[in-house]
């Protein structure tokens, strides 16, 4: 089992930053491929970011490119989403969620979620 906390959401600006973390705790983190997903209000769960368990490879969603930064650091057991320039439409909750495969079709372990709220 792995057990995953988020924390850092809470209400910006559009424009503005927010950087989410997922920490890890349960079975050995560093086997694990990451993944960030958020859903809106009245939407489908969305995949935003991943990562393999080192980092090595990245993916992130066309609607978050070039804004949103996803990293982890293993010795810390922690998963981080770095959110820049942010819009109203980024509002959801977003969720951390680990695998051992990167980009699975479903992941087996998943947090509660945060929610961001981005004001115009």
């Known amino acids: 089992q792995v057990q995953l906390v988020e924390s850092g959401g809470g209400l910006v600006q559009a424009g503005g930053s927010l950087r989410l973390s997922c920490a890890a705790s349960?079975?050995?983190?560093?086997?694990?491929?990451m993944g960030w997903f958020r859903q809106a209000p009245g939407k489908e769960r969305a995949l935003v970011a991943a990562m393999t368990w080192n980092g090595g490879r990245k993916y992130y969603a066309d609607f978050v490119k070039g804004r949103f930064t996803t990293s982890r650091d293993n010795a810390k057991n922690t998963v981080y989403l770095q959110m820049n320039s942010l819009k109203p439409e980024d509002t959801g909750v977003y969720y951390c969620a680990a695998d051992e495969k990167y980009l699975p079709a479903n992941y087996d372990y998943w947090g509660q979620g945060t929610q961001v709220t981005v004001s115009s």
């Open positions: 349960g079975r050995t983190f560093r086997n694990y491929a």
